[in-house]
T-cell receptor, first 114, second 113 residues
Framework: NAGVTQTPKFQVLKTGQSMTLQCAQDMNHNSMYWYRQDPGMGLRLIYYSASEGTTDKGEVPNGYNVSRLNKREFSLRLESAAPSQTSVYFC????FGGGHWEQFFGPGTRLTVL | GENVEQHPSTLSVQEGDSAVIKCTYSDSASNYFPWYKQELGKRPQLIIDIRSNVGEKKDQRIAVTLNKTAKHFSLHITETQPEDSAVYFCAANEGGYTDKLIFGTGTRLQVFP
């Protein structure tokens, strides 16, 4: 049981380049999320998906797109990267386990945009 | 939408002392309040949570209290140890009927031996 996995762990992009961050969970959770973490700003929700086939904007969706490919996978795409998107990106999923609801985080992707 | 404020942003305590972190929320419909601990370079991990039908919950050295009327909740860590040093985040669910969490900006706790 790997939990929530993310790839890549690190990425450096030049302004204007595009890339996709991958996320997968093996806990059979319906809900999945993408957050960005910046110093002093906490965890800000970019997009979330309450179930396969649905996605909704969070607090900071501009410049990003998402795809809920199936129940397991939720990807985040930067079409034209900007320096302001330099951040640590966390994917998460939520659901019940052992009678307890919890949101589980992936290990994160550290993205630098030059 | 929901807004969560967290204080203080940094907290330094001596080993063995207690630490208290406070959060306020704006959405009266929120009914789930988790606390996450994030060690340096690691992912956030849930340490304790509380639902709006209880006022206090304890788990060994950590406890969370909730005041629904005042819309604030607090994390209490007793007998702090150096391994408690980390960034702590509070959160509240938006709307009360969703599992979408809004996080506070975090508290960096340093425990000095």
């Amino acid at each position: 049981n790997a939990g929530v996995t993310q790839t890549p762990k690190f990425q450096v992009l030049k302004t204007g380049q595009s890339m996709t961050l991958q996320c997968a969970q093996d806990m059979n959770h319906n809900s999945m999320y993408w957050y960005r973490q910046d110093p002093g700003m906490g965890l800000r929700l970019i997009y979330y998906s309450a179930s396969e086939g649905t996605t909704d904007k969070g607090e900071v969706p501009n410049g990003y797109n998402v795809s809920r490919l199936n129940k397991r996978e939720f990807s985040l795409r930067l079409e034209s990267a900007a320096p302001s998107q330099t951040s640590v990106y966390f994917c998460a999923s939520s659901g019940f386990g052992g009678g307890h609801w919890e949101q589980f985080f992936g290990p994160g992707t550290r993205l630098t945009v030059l | 939408g929901e807004n969560v404020e967290q204080h203080p942003s940094t907290l330094s305590v001596q080993e063995g002392d207690s630490a208290v972190i406070k959060c306020t929320y704006s959405d009266s419909a929120s009914n789930y309040f988790p606390w996450y601990k994030q060690e340096l370079g690691k992912r956030p991990q849930l340490i304790i949570d509380i639902r709006s039908n209880v006022g206090e919950k304890k788990d060994q050295r950590i406890a969370v209290t909730l005041n629904k009327t005042a819309k604030h909740f607090s994390l209490h860590i007793t007998e702090t140890q150096p391994e408690d040093s980390a960034v702590y985040f509070c959160a509240a669910n938006e709307g009360g009927y969703t599992d979408k969490l809004i996080f506070g900006t975090g508290t960096r706790l340093q425990v000095f031996p």
